[in-house]
Nanobody
Framework: QVQLVESGGGLVQAGGSLRLVCVASARPLSTYLLGWFRQAPGKEREFVAFISWRDGHTYYADSVKARFTISRDNAKNTVYLQMNTLKPEDTAVYYC???????????????WGQGTQVTVSS
């Protein structure tokens, strides 16, 4: 079992920044990929980014590439999502997820956090 707890969401103006934090309960995480997804009202959950806990390999959705950065702190069992140059279309509930398969599809993740709201005003 992996428990994930997100924090760091909030209200920010367009062009601003936020850093989301996801703390994972399980050790070791070396066989997992940790991902961030988001879901806006009336829309499907969409992939944002993932990171391999083992080697730090990262992958991003085109919509956030060059603006968002995913990283991990092994000692703290924590994954971060640094979000810069935020746009109103980034408004969504952001979820942290863990899975041994990982990738860009939500179904490939086994564990999910409760989500944290990010609202970007224009």
């Amino acid at each position: 079992q992996v428990q994930l707890v997100e924090s760091g969401g909030g209200l920010v103006q367009a062009g601003g920044s936020l850093r989301l934090v996801c703390v994972a309960s399980a050790r070791p995480l070396s066989t997992y990929l940790l991902g961030w997804f988001r879901q806006a009202p009336g829309k499907e959950r969409e992939f944002v980014a993932f990171i391999s806990w083992r080697d730090g390999h990262t992958y991003y959705a085109d919509s956030v590439k060059a603006r968002f950065t995913i990283s991990r702190d092994n000692a703290k069992n924590t994954v971060y999502l640094q979000m810069n140059t935020l746009k109103p279309e980034d408004t969504a509930v952001y979820y942290c997820a863990a899975g041994r398969l990982g990738g860009t599809t939500a179904a490939r993740y086994d564990y999910w956090g409760q989500g944290t709201q990010v609202t970007v005003s224009s």
